[in-house]
């Protein structure tokens, strides 16, 4: 992967920042960590859908996962930086992202607002956002897998499975556990191992890809079903899975041209769940805010215009400015319903 994000709806939720004592290596815990004052926190903090703005966590470069690491990678217009600050890790400071060679200090100087080693802890809605959303990047990678299956292209579908085994599983891991949600990492290894061998046996294929996406289901649905069908709270969710679009697509257009496919079909399938997700909740937003209503349906409609097939056209439908401004005025006008005027 590789990306972008921009202006998240701002739910107001306690989160403890917590300094990582020393250098830390990608998957460690927070266990010799030392926390720091109380603070408020955007829902996707953790996921890196929000920038270091207004006191606002960064982007963790020692345990962000490469889709929280896009969005500095498009941020500079670098290819393959996500890999490369993953790779230099840990880091004591982020100032070592220049010390380590990773960017110079005129790059680190456009990005130092976002980047932090610090971590945070969320809890209440904030968590329950941050949780779906990162289910949810799931589901995205695996739609784009399916259809890229169903194009009897394997080889391009095995990195779709691959990203939520390897990176947002254990990222969400902890919260699975606490959830009591049975594991389920197996399972998408396995259907991993089977399109890695070229999808020889489609019948089995796709059983374990029903099996998977059952799985992610079931996940989603230990939050209550309630707060499923909120439209507060799943347009906090369509917001982090737009911006995360937003972040890969920036990372994979490159001089006019789609230079990274994978990234092409990641906004792609966050996309598609989005609009799904809206979908469910488009008749109750119509009710209280009608207008609202058709300006997001409308927007999302021709966002999605931008990605007309899983692969990838000869060139970008949109550019990576105009689909951004399409996601902020998405985001801007579900504003309008999780902070309706008094």
Known sequence: ????????????????????????????SNTDSTPSPAATASPASTSGHSGNHGGKPGININTAILSELDKLEAKLGIPALSNKIQASRPYGKVEELVSKNVIT???????????????IVLTGEAKDVDYMTKLGLMKGHLFVAQELLDQGKPDQAEPHIGHPVEEIYADVEDQLNERKIPEFKATLIKLQDLVKAGAKDPAQVNAEFTTSMQAVDGAIAALPEAQRKDPKFVLQVINGLLDTANSEYGAAVANGKISAIIEY??????????????????????KTSPETDKAIVANMTELKENWPTAIAPAAPVKTTEQVSQ???????DSQKVLKPAS
């Open 1 to 28: 992967m590789l990306s972008t994000f921009r202006l998240l709806p701002t739910v107001t939720a306690t989160a403890i920042l917590v300094a990582l004592a020393g250098c830390v290596s990608p998957t460690a």
């Open 326 to 332: 399409l996601i902020k005025t998405i985001e801007s």
């Open 105 to 119: 200090q005129a790059q680190f100087d456009q990005i130092k607002d976002l980047v932090t080693i610090e971590d």
């Open 265 to 286: 079909q990641d906004s792609r399938g966050f996309v598609r769940y989005a609009e799904m997700l809206y979908k469910d909740i488009a008749d109750q937003v119509a």
